[in-house]
């Protein structure tokens, strides 16, 4: 009774607030503001935000500018801010925050720019044309030279420049920098930079009674993470119309670097004076603010009373799935913690000991006492349903798992409207931070030794449990590397259970894009197919070094399965090697690690092979798959789900070492995928076979 009574003074709460309201309408008839608060973009709100030039989105994130040259973008909010009033000269305070990744990719370390900037400006402010890193966005180098158009088009940005342009004054560093109306400053700051893919963060306040721009952001001096701050003292009324258009903008030139939006929040306010001294029209406001005050108060009481009876509904609703949750968990086998002890072992989830994002909620580094060593705790959020659904999924199945190759959970809890998950903490993070963001090269035999521990963990859940565990999302952000650089596979909340030799229950589509088997969106089960074809794509981008859909890549190398494929079929494998290895692998593994990826990521899930052949394969216990020099088109014939993975497929690959013949038979329909393989011990040439 005690916390439905708090929650309904809780939501009690916007009924103050529309209170509040009702009285600034009659005491204060003219105040305009603009307030929202994106912590991510994953579903973009094209009626609030307008997205220019090549911004896409990608996990979450908007990626401001291509990995090219000469390439911009724009994200700006669709209405106008209105930043002073004409007729009283009073001037909007405004506060936005943001926080962004600069990252230059692979080799190409040395050839940043060339930034970020948050702008204002008129609206309908004009795109460059053509584009140009020097304008970071916001104008071409041609724009910039003609005085009469920066008069006509007039900004005023704070500028995070990554690339140092001496013909417009620029200093021999990086730096933040105040522009007005011009891409030449003197108003600006060193800024210490890291463009290894870090996070940074950047505030950005106008104080209107003296001012004051000011700016506090986050460098990185020496490896460490600092505090930097500038402001400059600047009259906007002198520069800028009543009205403006704000956004953030980026820009690449010769050279290139991404640029990509993680989050944004903006809060303005124009504060009017009284209308108790303001003339016979601002009366007629007052008027009409205490009418519409009062009709809001009215219908603000209704939906505090409706917030009070659906919180009510909502708390019992809780408290039976928390019950039910803790009879579901009693006989597994990791503990469970109470939410303070989680909250003292993050210091109360810090953003410093923030390890990464999912889908369902971030993933924080923690030290619990009692334990003595670190673990890592995902944090769920209680308002998703299907995060309900996979907290359960995981605790459930993957307590229940014991291999060298899984990530260990240790415990659970679910309170204070929050689940999350307690697991062992991996040193060495991800194999996609490795492959990706990394500064240090993940050398060959240690990327070997990844995908044969992969191998290793998904026989482990397709055979050797006492049921067969279906993953469903096996991907290099899932795998993760101990301190020994050896696998552990994690995330189980989309895993589904699948007896052996029976088939799988009908279920949603899931899974992620890229990692996705083609079937997956048609016949909606939970096959081990589609778990091979997931380690396949994983096997390509640990031989490949890049990343299963790669927006940057030209146009015929997008999607990396059909341009490695490609090569295959024109005897030119090698050409798809990580070019970060500059030649120092194992030649034999290396084909032996691709070929086997293009056989699991195979359109035709039936000519896929098991994960015990392709473990085989990887440790040249038998000879490699013999493939199609071009890659097939899918083809989808009704299955019976009770044979997939099961008996029937199993004598087909015992057979398959009585003939010992690795052709593949002329009718493509009737080339099972066990004659795919046959028995080959040691490490025999793999020369001639693709």
């Known amino acids: 009774m005690e916390i439905s009574l708090h929650k309904s003074k809780t939501h009690l709460l916007p009924l103050l607030f529309i209170t509040k309201i009702f009285l600034f309408l009659t005491i204060n008839a003219s105040a305009t503001s603009i307030t929202f608060n994106y912590e991510q973009f994953r579903d973009v709100d094209h009626q609030n935000l307008n997205l220019q030039g090549e911004v896409f989105q990608e996990n979450g994130m908007l990626n401001l500018t291509r990995y090219k040259k000469d390439s911009a973008g724009r994200v700006t909010y669709n209405n106008s801010l209105q930043l002073w009033d004409n007729e009283t000269r009073t001037l909007a305070n405004f506060t936005t925050r943001f926080t962004f990744i600069i990252n230059v990719l692979n080799e190409s370390r040395d050839g940043k720019g060339d930034g970020i900037t948050f702008f204002l400006a008129e609206p309908g402010f004009p795109f460059p044309s053509p584009p140009d890193g020097t304008g970071i966005g916001l104008v071409s180098r041609a724009q910039m030279q003609d005085q009469n158009y920066l008069d006509e088009h007039p900004f005023v940005a704070v500028e995070f420049d990554t690339f140092s342009n001496t013909d417009v004054g620029d200093p021999p560093y990086d730096h933040v920098g105040i522009l007005v109306k011009t891409m030449q400053t003197n108003y600006r700051t060193q800024w210490y930079t890291m463009n290894d893919g870090r996070k940074y963060d950047a505030e950005i306040t106008y104080d209107s009674s003296s001012f004051q721009l000011s700016v506090m952001f986050t460098g990185y001096k020496d490896n460490v993470k600092i505090r930097q701050n500038y402001s400059h003292q600047i009259d906007l009324r002198d520069y800028l119309p009543e009205e403006v258009q704000f956004g953030i903008s980026s820009a690449t030139g010769l050279r290139f670097e991404l640029h990509t939006l993680c989050s944004w929040s903006f809060n303005s306010s124009l504060e009017m004076p009284g209308v108790v001294q303001r003339s016979k029209s601002n009366n007629k406001r007052l008027v009409i603010g205490v009418s519409i005050g009062s009709v809001v108060v009215i219908v603000g009481l209704c939906i505090a009373l409706f917030l009070v009876w659906r919180s009510n509904c909502r708390v019992k609703r809780r408290d039976r799935l928390d019950l039910s949750l803790d009879k579901d968990f009693e006989c597994v086998g990791p503990k469970k913690f109470s939410y303070n002890e989680l909250v003292r072992a993050t210091n109360n989830f810090a953003e410093e000991h923030k390890l990464g994002e999912g889908g369902f909620g971030g993933v924080y580094k923690g030290f619990i006492r009692d334990l003595n060593s670190y673990v890592a705790v995902k944090k769920v959020s209680h308002e998703s349903r299907q995060g309900v659904k996979e907290y359960a999924s995981e605790v459930k199945i993957i307590s229940q798992l014991r291999h060298k190759n899984l990530v260990q959970l240790i415990g659970w809890c679910h309170e204070k409207n929050d689940f999350l998950l307690i697991y062992e903490f991996m040193p060495n993070g991800s194999l996609d931070y490795h492959l990706y963001r990394s500064r240090n090269l993940l050398t060959w035999p240690a990327r070997y030794n990844i995908a044969k521990g992969l191998a290793s963990a998904v026989l482990y859940l397709h055979e050797e449990w006492e049921r067969c565990v279906v993953h469903r999302d096996i991907k290099s952000s899932n795998i993760m590397l101990d301190s020994n650089f050896d696998t ?203």
């Open 488 to 690: 552990k596979l994690g995330d189980f909340g989309l895993a589904r259970l699948v007896e052996h030799g029976k088939g799988s229950e009908t279920t949603i589509v899931a899974g992620t894009k890229g990692y996705m088997a083609p079937e997956c969106a048609t016949i909606s089960k939970a096959i081990r197919e589609s778990d091979i074809y997931s380690f396949g794509i994983v096997a390509l981008e640990i031989a490949c070094g890049r990343k299963p859909i790669d927006h940057y890549a030209p146009n015929d190398q997008v999607m990396m399965v059909e341009w490695v494929w490609e090569l295959y079929g024109k005897g030119e494998l090698l050409e798809a090697a990580d070019k970060r290895f500059d030649g120092d692998f194992d030649e034999q593994e290396l084909e032996r690690l691709m070929i086997l990826g293009l056989s699991c990521a195979h359109p035709d899930y039936t000519m896929r092979p098991t994960i015990r052949q392709a473990l085989q394969v990887l440790n040249f216990e038998a000879s490699l798959p013999t493939l199609p020099p071009t890659m097939p088109k899918a083809t989808y014939v009704a299955p019976c789900f009770s044979d997939i993975g099961s008996s029937i497929y199993s004598s087909a690959y015992a057979s398959s070492s009585a003939t010992n013949d690795p052709r593949p038979s002329t009718n493509s329909r009737s080339y099972t995928r066990s004659s795919q393989y046959s028995s080959n011990s040691g490490h025999s040439s793999t020369k001639g076979q693709f």
